[in-house]
């Protein structure tokens, strides 16, 4: 069964800086693009960042030049550096990922989330 886990969220202060990890792990043929969402309080989830197999990221206008998505494919981990954090950037970080189980079977999967609280 394929499973994305996460990690690396906290609290931290303003103007501070994380690293988000997401893993997957299971038996499959072949992970595509991966992505971060994150979800405010009483607000819609929305797309943070997102990153193609062979690296080729896109951002939110948002957390543009404040935040990194990279990938590791022989680890099948997606990253998130996120710096000069601000209060609005609080919010449970999920990630996800485009996976093949087999070559003509794609199915999108989801982490179960990691929180993030900015402190101001």
């Known amino acids: 069964q394929v499973q994305l886990v996460e990690s690396g969220g906290g609290l931290v202060q303003a103007g501070g800086s994380l690293r988000l990890s997401c893993a997957a792990s299971?038996?499959?043929?072949?992970?595509?693009?991966m992505g971060w969402y994150r979800q405010a309080p009483g607000k819609q989830r929305e797309l943070v960042a997102t990153?193609?197999?062979?690296?080729?990221?896109n951002y939110a206008e948002s957390v543009k030049g404040r935040f990194a998505i990279s990938r590791d494919n022989a680890k099948n981990t997606v990253y998130l550096q996120v710096s000069s954090l601000k209060p609005e950037d609080t919010a449970v970080y999920y990630c996800?990922?485009?996976?093949?189980?087999?070559?003509?079977?794609?199915?999108?999967?989801w982490g179960q989330g990691t929180q993030v609280t900015v402190s101001s």
């Open positions: 299971g038996i499959f043929f072949r992970i595509n693009a």
């Open positions: 990153i193609s197999s062979d690296g080729n990221p």
């Open positions: 996800n990922a485009d996976i093949q189980a087999r070559i003509l079977q794609h199915q999108t999967y």
